[in-house]
């Protein structure tokens, strides 16, 4: 996993506090029990269920700035993932971006790793956010939150050079 210098750097240059972006690194990475949870990594991995839980407890803890700490921790946790795994930097852009807006959902990612490759970033990007309204169930503010993951998607996207350029580096060292 990138070091917290990373996560920290990448935070803050979205516009987290830095108060917060460290609080959410340490109950992911150290999986402390968290509001009656331990969150871990377990979210990362396909369940949205554990995403949108996740979702509900760092929001309810933090607020809106929780949800992006959570959501750019977890994202670049991913990218480190799939590096490791020699994936090409489209298919890691379009595994990223997937991951964030069907809220971790596995089974829609191995729908589109079947589409041709041409054609999985494009896929992506024309859906909607819908994944997001298992909030609704949780009595959660949507719109609020699926503004956070359009700006997460966003700021990936203008800074995935630097992101992968980053965590590669820190590999060599």
């Keep these: 996993m990138p ?13 987290i506090k830095p108060e917060i972006s460290e609080e959410v690194d340490r109950i992911i ?10 969150i871990g990594h377990d979210w990362i ?3 949205i269920g554990r995403f949108v839980l996740a ?7 933090f607020g809106i700035d929780g949800v992006k700490a959570m959501l750019m921790h977890g994202a670049l946790d991913y990218i480190d993932q799939l590096l490791k795994r020699n994936f090409s930097r489209k298919e890691i852009l379009w595994r990223v971006l997937a991951w964030i807006k069907f809220c971790g959902a596995r089974h ?19 859906q909607e956010f819908s994944y997001y309204e298992y909030l609704r169930l949780r009595e959660m503010p949507v719109e609020e939150v699926v ?17 992968l350029e980053m965590i590669r580096m820190e590999e060599i060292k």
């Design 3 to 15: 070091s917290w210098r990373i996560h920290r750097y990448f935070a803050n240059k979205i516009g």
């Design 29 to 38: 990475d150290l999986e402390k029990e968290f509001k009656g949870y331990k």
């Design 45 to 47: 991995k396909g369940n």
């Design 55 to 61: 979702v509900e407890l760092f929001y309810e803890e």
């Design 108 to 126: 829609v990612i191995c729908y589109i790793s079947h589409l041709p490759e041409d054609e999985r970033l494009r896929w992506v990007e024309e």
């Design 147 to 163: 503004k956070a993951a359009k700006e997460t998607i966003l700021f990936i996207i203008q800074n995935f050079n630097e992101i």
